[in-house]
């Protein structure tokens, strides 16, 4: 008995001395798990930056950012179910979440577009011209009610064609350029790096292209908010320190990246994440006007996502979202300095 | 009275037991989701539930999927039952093929089907075709094992027996072999219809646009778990509709069936 209470008296002094105190608690970085359905796409650029930069360890951050096979839903569902506290990821997440009750914020845009493309295989040249064409055939989204099949939806609609009267199926994101070639879609909403790679090897065209502002505008009619950094309110209420400490890390990313030439980028990012360098750089460039200097979440951009996500039915004919529930940038506006 | 078995079951109180405890487990679980217990986000809730899938039945959107699911499960089920027997038989009549072929049955049935499916994605494309080939990869093996298996367990006296009655090989088949490896393969015909619907459904999961797999992939997309469970719980009674329909036609085909006591 006596020793093993000298052993459980050795035990507490050896944590007392250890755990708190000044100087221990200043370099023991707090830990934050961010969870990112794919870190090789570029919209995730911002959060994979600020790591690799070391711009989350300069605030005090240990940011652990876990690749989530499945993509940016499964990344919500991670973040819904407490897994992680953050996950970079296209706000329509956060409005599917509050169509089922759950609130989740959006506390930094990583991008201010959708950037995403509609390509079109070459041997349909001659017959789609114009997204009307596309009625009865079969077109591919990366996953079903993923953000590229609500997008399309949009797009069909606003050409006034029923979302019923095209055969959407979900292709997946890194197979959907073979999904093209081998003629299982006439087209496909693609995401980058596959669209710039596609177009680049002959093989498609784009039908639409809103990696670019004006692309964006001419495709949608307004500003679209693309990829942001979300996490939950109770996240918020517990660890408003953190949540600041993570933005200025990304508002301090997306600054390096608007002032960044592409080239400069694949050079900075690890070789697995970028890949062949040329390729990156051509990517990044045309994707370039993706990014916001500002990091601001759009209220604009926000309600008009909320739009497209009607289309389906996946926000209810009667039910009303107020963007402003989705998104707080308070903390990007301390970051910035306002 | 003093039967040596054990005592007479009696089926009422079975099935009393059985709707009790339903019962019990909906109620905990409606009045666990409503008291705040529970998250209805991450479980649903019973009355929400019946309520979809009634809705769901209403508007005829869940017929049009689960017959999609249904032909490309009957479609594989059928082909890959076909095929299971005729090569189970044909090893059971060839042993010198058996023991060529068999590293690489043993082989090919250890490899994991439901990763391979985006493979057979992309080898046999988006449509009917490629849960079809997946349905047929999970059938073929349950199906040809119990064949061989049914075929090589004959009764030696009674193969013996009707040689000597003058049974020429067709008279072999058709009134011995067939009749008793019937059995065996009804009995795996049962476990490979769940095994069907997994292959379909897990296909229409990774890529397709419509059907029972495309329902819950997409429910599942929009945080829904009321459409995910849903949908399971359609599927769920499908598979039980496909087993009592197997359990009639097992009792009209296997008349032969030795009476096991």
């Given at each position: 008995m006596p020793m093993l209470l000298r052993l459980?008296?050795?035990?507490?002094?050896?944590?007392?001395?250890v755990v708190p105190g000044g100087p221990a608690a200043s370099w023991a970085a707090e830990k934050v798990t961010v969870g990112i359905g794919g870190v090789g796409l570029m919209v995730y650029l911002p959060t994979v930056l600020a790591k690799s930069k070391g711009f989350f360890a300069e605030e005090g951050l240990d940011v652990e950012i876990l690749d989530i096979k499945g993509g940016g839903?499964?990344?919500?569902s991670a973040l819904i179910g407490g897994s992680v506290d953050f996950s970079a990821n296209a706000i329509d997440?956060?409005?599917?979440?509050?169509?089922?009750?759950?609130?989740?914020v959006a506390v930094h845009a990583h991008v201010r577009l959708p950037v995403m493309g509609l390509v079109v295989a070459n041997k349909y040249k001659g017959e789609i011209k114009s997204l009307a064409d596309l009625k009865g055939r079969p077109v591919g989204v990366t996953s079903p009610g993923s953000q590229t099949h609500m997008v399309l939806g949009y797009l069909l609609a606003k050409n006034g064609v029923k979302p019923d009267e095209v055969k959407i199926i979900g292709a997946g994101g890194n197979t959907m350029p073979l999904a093209i070639e081998k003629d299982s879609v006439h087209a496909g909403m693609m995401v980058d790096p596959f669209f710039t790679v596609f177009l680049k090897q002959g093989k498609g065209y784009a039908l639409v292209d809103m990696f670019t502002a004006k692309g964006t505008l001419d495709a949608m009619g307004g500003e679209v908010q693309g990829t942001t950094l979300l996490t939950r309110p109770d996240v918020i209420a517990k660890k408003p320190a953190t949540v600041q400490k993570m933005v200025n890390a990304l508002v301090k990313a997306n600054k390096l990246i608007t002032s960044s030439s592409g080239e400069e980028l694949a050079k900075t990012l690890p070789s697995e994440l970028a890949g062949d360098p040329k390729l990156y750089a051509e990517s990044f460039?045309?994707?370039?006007?993706?990014?916001?200097?500002?990091?601001?979440?759009?209220r604009e951009g926000v309600a008009r996502v909320i739009e497209t996500m009607r289309v389906f039915e996946a926000v209810p004919a009667g039910m009303k979202i107020e963007p402003e529930s989705l998104f707080d940038n308070r903390y990007v506006q301390k970051a910035l300095g306002r | 009275?003093?039967?040596?078995?054990?005592?007479?079951?009696?089926?009422?109180?079975?099935?009393?037991?059985r709707g009790v405890l339903l019962g019990a487990?909906?109620?905990?679980?409606?009045?666990?989701?409503?008291?705040?217990?529970?998250?209805?986000?991450?479980?649903?809730?019973?009355?929400?539930?019946?309520?979809?899938?009634?809705?769901?039945?209403?508007?005829?959107?869940?017929?049009?999927?689960?017959?999609?699911?249904?032909?490309?499960?009957?479609?594989?089920?059928?082909l890959g039952t076909l095929l299971g027997v005729a090569v189970g038989f044909t090893f059971a009549r060839w042993q010198m093929l058996a023991h060529i072929f068999d590293p690489l049955m043993v082989a090919l049935n250890a490899m994991p089907r439901?990763?391979?499916a985006p493979l057979f994605i992309l080898w046999f494309g988006l449509g009917l075709l490629s849960k079809v080939v997946m349905v047929i990869s999970l059938v073929f093996f349950v199906v040809f094992f119990s064949t061989y298996t049914g075929i090589r367990e004959v009764d030696r006296d009674l193969v013996n027996n009707a040689r000597i009655l003058g049974a020429n090989p067709r008279h072999m088949i058709r009134h011995v072999l067939l009749p008793s490896a019937l059995t065996w393969i009804f009995s795996s015909l049962r476990t490979s219809v769940g095994f069907a619907l997994i292959g379909a459904v897990v296909g229409e999961y990774l890529g397709s646009h419509e059907g029972m797999g495309y329902v819950i992939s997409y429910a599942e997309s929009?945080?829904?778990?009321?459409?995910?469970?849903?949908?399971?719980?359609?599927?769920?009674?499908?598979?039980?509709?496909i087993d009592i329909a197997l359990k009639r036609l097992d009792a009209r085909f296997s008349y032969w069936k030795p009476i096991l006591k």
């Amino acid at each position: 008995m006596p020793m093993l209470l000298r052993l459980i008296v050795a035990v507490l002094v050896l944590f007392a001395v250890v755990v708190p105190g000044g100087p221990a608690a200043s370099w023991a970085a707090e830990k934050v798990t961010v969870g990112i359905g794919g870190v090789g796409l570029m919209v995730y650029l911002p959060t994979v930056l600020a790591k690799s930069k070391g711009f989350f360890a300069e605030e005090g951050l240990d940011v652990e950012i876990l690749d989530i096979k499945g993509g940016g839903s499964q990344a919500a569902s991670a973040l819904i179910g407490g897994s992680v506290d953050f996950s970079a990821n296209a706000i329509d997440h956060a409005i599917k979440a509050k169509v089922q009750k759950k609130d989740l914020v959006a506390v930094h845009a990583h991008v201010r577009l959708p950037v995403m493309g509609l390509v079109v295989a070459n041997k349909y040249k001659g017959e789609i011209k114009s997204l009307a064409d596309l009625k009865g055939r079969p077109v591919g989204v990366t996953s079903p009610g993923s953000q590229t099949h609500m997008v399309l939806g949009y797009l069909l609609a606003k050409n006034g064609v029923k979302p019923d009267e095209v055969k959407i199926i979900g292709a997946g994101g890194n197979t959907m350029p073979l999904a093209i070639e081998k003629d299982s879609v006439h087209a496909g909403m693609m995401v980058d790096p596959f669209f710039t790679v596609f177009l680049k090897q002959g093989k498609g065209y784009a039908l639409v292209d809103m990696f670019t502002a004006k692309g964006t505008l001419d495709a949608m009619g307004g500003e679209v908010q693309g990829t942001t950094l979300l996490t939950r309110p109770d996240v918020i209420a517990k660890k408003p320190a953190t949540v600041q400490k993570m933005v200025n890390a990304l508002v301090k990313a997306n600054k390096l990246i608007t002032s960044s030439s592409g080239e400069e980028l694949a050079k900075t990012l690890p070789s697995e994440l970028a890949g062949d360098p040329k390729l990156y750089a051509e990517s990044f460039e045309h994707a370039r006007e993706a990014f916001p200097p500002d990091s601001l979440v759009s209220r604009e951009g926000v309600a008009r996502v909320i739009e497209t996500m009607r289309v389906f039915e996946a926000v209810p004919a009667g039910m009303k979202i107020e963007p402003e529930s989705l998104f707080d940038n308070r903390y990007v506006q301390k970051a910035l300095g306002r | 009275m003093a039967t040596s078995g054990p005592a007479k079951i009696s089926w009422a109180k079975v099935r009393l037991w059985r709707g009790v405890l339903l019962g019990a487990f909906l109620l905990l679980w409606e009045v666990a989701t409503r008291r705040g217990w529970v998250d209805p986000f991450f479980v649903s809730q019973p009355t929400v539930l019946a309520a979809q899938i009634f809705d769901w039945i209403r508007t005829g959107f869940i017929l049009r999927h689960l017959l999609v699911t249904m032909q490309e499960t009957l479609i594989g089920f059928l082909l890959g039952t076909l095929l299971g027997v005729a090569v189970g038989f044909t090893f059971a009549r060839w042993q010198m093929l058996a023991h060529i072929f068999d590293p690489l049955m043993v082989a090919l049935n250890a490899m994991p089907r439901v990763v391979l499916a985006p493979l057979f994605i992309l080898w046999f494309g988006l449509g009917l075709l490629s849960k079809v080939v997946m349905v047929i990869s999970l059938v073929f093996f349950v199906v040809f094992f119990s064949t061989y298996t049914g075929i090589r367990e004959v009764d030696r006296d009674l193969v013996n027996n009707a040689r000597i009655l003058g049974a020429n090989p067709r008279h072999m088949i058709r009134h011995v072999l067939l009749p008793s490896a019937l059995t065996w393969i009804f009995s795996s015909l049962r476990t490979s219809v769940g095994f069907a619907l997994i292959g379909a459904v897990v296909g229409e999961y990774l890529g397709s646009h419509e059907g029972m797999g495309y329902v819950i992939s997409y429910a599942e997309s929009m945080f829904n778990a009321t459409g995910v469970l849903a949908g399971l719980l359609v599927l769920m009674a499908a598979v039980i509709a496909i087993d009592i329909a197997l359990k009639r036609l097992d009792a009209r085909f296997s008349y032969w069936k030795p009476i096991l006591k």
